[in-house]
């Protein structure tokens, strides 16, 4: 529960879309190759991407634990994921933009 009230969500969606913290999607397949008209939404922000990643869902660890105790086991086992979704992002808008010229 957001602890909103559910005609209140819509109003702050466009405010973080408007934002560029958070960007929606379409898949055009689903796993049974069904067209589906299905809206997803993922933070856009890199620092956010981040704080929600690692920061927020280890704070208490944080805390209690030598920082680099918790980078050795709940930070660096994550960060190829991470890094990797960043890549990716960056390689589609460099291919939407045709700045990618395939050689053959």
Known sequence: SLGIERSRVPYFTKNLLDLRYIAKSHPLLTYSNQIQ???????NDPLLRFWF????????A???MDPRLVYS??????????WGKGFESLAMEQFLKKRIIPTL
Do not use: C, Q, W
């Open 53 to 60: 990643s690692f920061v927020y869902p280890n704070g208490n």
């Open 73 to 82: 086991t709940l930070v660096a086992p994550s960060l190829d994921a991470f």
């Open 37 to 43: 008209r299905k809206t997803l939404y993922h933070i």
């Open 62 to 64: 944080m805390e209690r």
